[in-house]
Nanobody, 120 residues
Framework: QVQLVESGGGLVQAGGSLRLSCAAS????????MDWYRQAPGKQRELVER???????NYADSVGGRFTISRDNAKNTVYLQMNSLKPDDTAVYYC??????????????WGQGTQVTVSS
């Protein structure tokens, strides 16, 4: 069983910065990719950034160069540093990971989400 707890959201002016954290409990953190998703009102949830177990990073074009994902395997924590924030970045941000069970099923785990609001 994996639990994910996000923190660090809030209200910030355009051009400002925030750092989100996601603390994971349970086993397998260092062996699995970690993702940050976001969901704005009336829109579908979208992948923001992913960091693999080997540290490889993928990110959405809309945040490239402004957001940086990182992980600390010793603390079972993944971070999302968000700079040069825009009003379009306003959304609930979710931490996500998956586990492959012994019987072949893939289980998705999500955090409760943290609200990021960027004012113009």
């Amino acid at each position: 069983q994996v639990q994910l707890v996000e923190s660090g959201g809030g209200l910030v002016q355009a051009g400002g910065s925030l750092r989100l954290s996601c603390a994971a409990s349970g086993s397998g953190f260092s062996a699995n990719a970690m993702d940050w998703y976001r969901q704005a009102p009336g829109k579908q949830r979208e992948l923001v950034e992913r960091i693999t177990s080997g540290g490889r990073i993928n990110y959405a074009d809309s945040v490239g160069g402004r957001f940086t994902i990182s992980r600390d395997n010793a603390k079972n924590t993944v971070y999302l540093q968000m700079n040069s924030l825009k009003p379009d970045d306003t959304a609930v941000y979710y931490c996500h990971t998956q586990r492959l069970m012994a019987w072949g099923e893939v289980i998705d785990y999500w955090g409760q989400g943290t609200q990021v609001t960027v004012s113009s």
